[in-house]
């Protein structure tokens, strides 16, 4: 592969061997049609058209539909390197419907409106309401005393971890009145690349962001993260490595937010599997708070081990999935079905680090948030009382990879359990 460097003030364009093209403008991708002509490469789009989205350039990864239509895959990715590498929309062909958006998102261009770092995208908040925010250096909530800082009108939240104690910036509350402040979902959010680099073979495009995040005072180490990002026909690879660039060991714990939109938009299609034998108990589905109580989920509502998967409760779904059962290979595959199509996604977390799958899913909307991740919510809380709440100790120099691959299916002649692609194993 020859890379692209992609720099956020000066794109340079260039076409590489056995590449289709690479767009200037949006939608221009595609070539003049030939007697039998091989099966299309796949570009990567770094294009002037698209816009700057956290103050960096956004990116597509696409390709060309191949064969006759009669099996989904996958066509494109777009990516926000000025967003920590928001996931921000996957497309795939699915037969009888053409080109579907596969994650509940705005548009690009409302994105760029909305990602500002204003009062409703304090701490790059807006980032984990579309697409698929990773989350960094830990998913979901911590909770813990929070102060006013009498300067900046930050709320500041303290995190213990193993005697040491650092400021953390709460930037999320429940709705309810007087809802208690939480840090939420890490600080890579509004993270901008510092590196970005897009390349294309014959089979995979790709892209490459690379962060440096210094602790600030509010971590307990420095980290350099590496994204890479990765399309395929069959898959779309991620995977997220972190480095602790410190003098002193840390926990970290790596994480992803995706909204998997269902084709028909009937939540009652819905079937979802998790193969999990426990969810987190909490203290209400507001503030989302976890016990430190696990409860099994055979013969409950929540129970989604069925291997055609099962239908979501009628109720707010905003439980954390753990205790995972993994297959052969070492990965734990859940399932998302559409029965109102022949739909399914299957999300194949393929590190062993990832404890724990979030699965969020509101009554009025259309998508089932499904989130493989590391650690439990409120991984120091002291409800836990010393258990292994997921996060990965790093010592200095050390690194830690979480890494998630997605594929479709078709219900209707699936084989379960399939075996993930073997490319970026």
């Known amino acids: 592969m020859h890379p692209i460097e992609v720099r956020p003030s000066s794109l340079k364009q260039a076409v590489l061997p056995g590449l289709l093209s690479i767009a200037i403008a949006a939608g221009s991708f595609g070539c003049k049609a030939k007697p039998a002509p091989p099966p299309p490469s796949p570009t990567a789009n770094a294009s002037a058209s698209l816009p700057d989205v956290g103050g960096q350039k956004a990116i597509e990864l696409r390709r060309l539909q191949s064969g006759v239509g009669a099996t989904p895959e996958f066509l494109s990715v777009t990516l926000l390197p000025g967003r920590g590498m928001n996931v921000f929309q996957i497309t795939a062909y699915l037969p009888g419907r053409g080109e579907v958006p596969l994650l509940a998102s705005q548009s690009i261009d409302a994105a760029a409106k909305i990602m500002t770092g204003g009062p409703e995208d304090a701490q790059g908040n807006k980032s984990f309401s579309m697409g698929g925010a990773l989350l960094f250096p830990f998913a979901n909530r911590l909770v813990g005393p929070v102060t006013v800082d009498k300067k900046t009108g930050d709320h500041i939240l303290t995190a213990t971890w193993h005697g040491r104690s650092v400021p953390v910036i709460a930037n999320w509350h429940g709705k309810q009145p007087g809802a208690p402040w939480c840090a939420m979902h890490g600080q890579m959010l509004a993270a901008k690349a510092d590196n970005v680099s897009v390349q294309s073979d014959s089979d995979t495009a790709a892209a490459n962001a690379d962060y440096q995040l210094p602790a600030n005072g509010h971590w ?206």
């Open 220 to 425: 307990f180490s420095d980290n350099d993260v590496k994204v890479t990002v990765a399309l395929e026909r069959d898959t779309v690879t991620a995977i997220v490595t972190a480095t602790n660039r410190g003098d002193k060991a840390e926990p970290v714990g790596i994480g992803w937010h995706p909204y998997f939109q269902l084709p028909t938009a009937i939540r009652a299609n819905a079937r979802v599997r998790i193969p999990s034998a426990m969810r987190v108990e909490v203290n209400n589905y507001d503030d989302v708070f976890p016990t430190g109580k696990l409860r099994p989920l055979a013969g409950t509502q929540y129970d989604l081990n069925a291997l055609e998967g099962g239908p979501l409760p009628d109720t707010l779904v905003d439980d954390s999935y753990v205790d995972l059962t993994r297959n052969a290979q070492g990965n734990a595959v859940s399932e998302i079905r559409d029965l109102g199509s022949n739909y399914g996604m299957r999300v194949t977390a393929m590190s062993p680090h990832i404890r724990a799958i979030q699965v969020y899913s509101p009554t009025d909307k259309s998508f089932v948030a499904l989130e493989p991740q590391f650690n439990y919510g409120d991984p120091f809380g002291k409800e836990w009382n010393g258990a292994d709440t997921g996060m990965v100790t790093l010592e200095p120099g050390e690194s830690v990879t979480w890494k998630v691959q997605l594929q479709l299916f078709q219900p209707a002649n699936d084989m379960v359990g399939q075996a993930p692609h073997p490319n970026f194993q």
